[in-house]
T-cell receptor, first 115, second 110 residues
Framework: GAGVSQSPSNKVTEKGKDVELRCDPI?????LYWYRQSLGQGLEFLIY????????KSGLPSDRFSAERTGGSVSTLTIQRTQQEDSAVYLC?????????????FGSGTRLTVV | DAKTTQPPSMDCAEGRAANLPCNHS???????VYWYRQIHSQGPQYIIH???NNETNEMASLIITEDRKSSTLILPHATLRDTAVYYC???????????FGAGTRLFVKA
């Protein structure tokens, strides 16, 4: 597609439930990133994928968070046993390659609300 | 990656140039300066980047000081739609992730 697509755009879930957030990067972009942004806050790095390399998971806040990227394209961010503090906008971005010195293209995000 | 310092907020009159400063005094030789902006309720948008030379594109100009310890993003004729949070970031060549700071909230006023 023309841009980075994220789904769903909004998700309301009950505390303790698991959620899956999806990201479709721009075709041909080998690097994919997940960030989250709590209300009124800056962007917090979560995880980074590059090709078939092991992902950089250094930003994941707890072991309830995990992410996969299948076939080097679509990525899914999973949050298990959601907590109210997980409420945020989850943003996905992609780029041609990590060291291409181009900017990232971000999706519009998934707004997660845990009630 | 080196850290950056930006003012938390700035005002600009519509039609005037908006000059957004950024300090990156610990920048190293292989680190680029990037600028993004985030309009309310949208994902961040890439604006421009540079290494040591000044850069210009259809959106903005980037002025980097000779010692590379600071830079300025210039929006030549700010419009109301330019109201956003502007992030200045330094990132290594071949760096694998971008760390965003708090940014500068620019208010363009009519």
């Amino acid at each position: 597609g023309a841009g980075v697509s994220q789904s769903p755009s909004n998700k309301v879930t009950e505390k303790g439930k698991d959620v899956e957030l999806r990201c479709d990067p721009i075709s041909g972009h080998t690097a994919l990133y997940w960030y989250r942004q709590s209300l009124g806050q800056g962007l917090e790095f979560l995880i980074y994928f590059q090709g078939n390399s092991a992902p950089d998971k250094s930003g994941l806040p707890s072991d309830r968070f995990s992410a996969e990227r299948t076939g080097g394209s679509v990525s899914t961010l999973t949050i298990q046993r959601t907590q109210q503090e997980d409420s945020a906008v989850y943003l996905c971005a992609s780029s041609l390659a990590p060291n291409d010195n181009y900017g990232y293209t971000f999706g519009s995000g998934t707004r997660l609300t845990v009630v | 990656d080196a850290k950056t310092t930006q003012p938390p907020s700035m005002d600009c009159a519509e039609g005037r140039a908006a000059n957004l400063p950024c300090n990156h005094s610990t920048i190293s030789g292989n680190e680029y300066v990037y600028w993004y902006r985030q309009i309310h309720s949208q994902g961040p948008q890439y604006i421009i980047h540079g290494l040591k030379n000044n850069e210009t594109n259809e959106m903005a100009s980037l002025i980097i000081t000779e010692d590379r310890k600071s830079s300025t993003l210039i929006l030549p004729h700010a419009t109301l739609r330019d109201t956003a949070v502007y992030y200045c970031i330094v990132r290594k060549t071949g760096g694998f992730k971008t760390i965003f700071g708090a940014g500068t909230r620019l208010f363009v006023k009519a």
